[in-house]
């Protein structure tokens, strides 16, 4: 049976470092919890877009994707990556909590 190997590396509070690559490429490296290195090419200009959307966002988080690729050294290579910034929403209180908040105040 074959089944397709795919890795999604979240992170939040900086951008990685970038060193630029060749073909319009930068490289990334990510550290998991573990200790393992996710090496990446990214679009450049995806890399740009990145950049922009973490600077405009108050709070953000990102994730680069791919096809789990090679072995390396220290970790794995990931391949065909691709990178997005997703801006974090403050969460609204829910209706019910503001009532019961409320209530206990009026208690008081």
């Known amino acids: 049976m074959q089944a397709k190997s795919e890795v999604i590396l979240k992170f939040s ?18 550290t998991d919890q573990n200790g393992v290195v996710f090496t990446a090419l990214i679009n450049a200009k ?31 290579e990931v391949i065909d990556a691709g990178l997005q910034i997703f801006e974090k929403k403050a969460k609204e209180p829910k209706p019910d909590a503001e009532v019961a908040v409320a209530e206990a105040g009026a208690a008081s």
């Open 13 to 30: 509070g900086s951008l990685p470092e970038a060193k630029p690559a060749a073909n319009k490429k930068v490289e990334v490296s990510l």
């Open 46 to 76: 995806s890399w740009r877009k990145a950049e922009t959307n973490t600077s405009e966002f108050a709070d953000w988080a990102g994730a680069i994707s791919g096809k789990l690729g090679q072995p390396t050294e220290n970790g794995f």
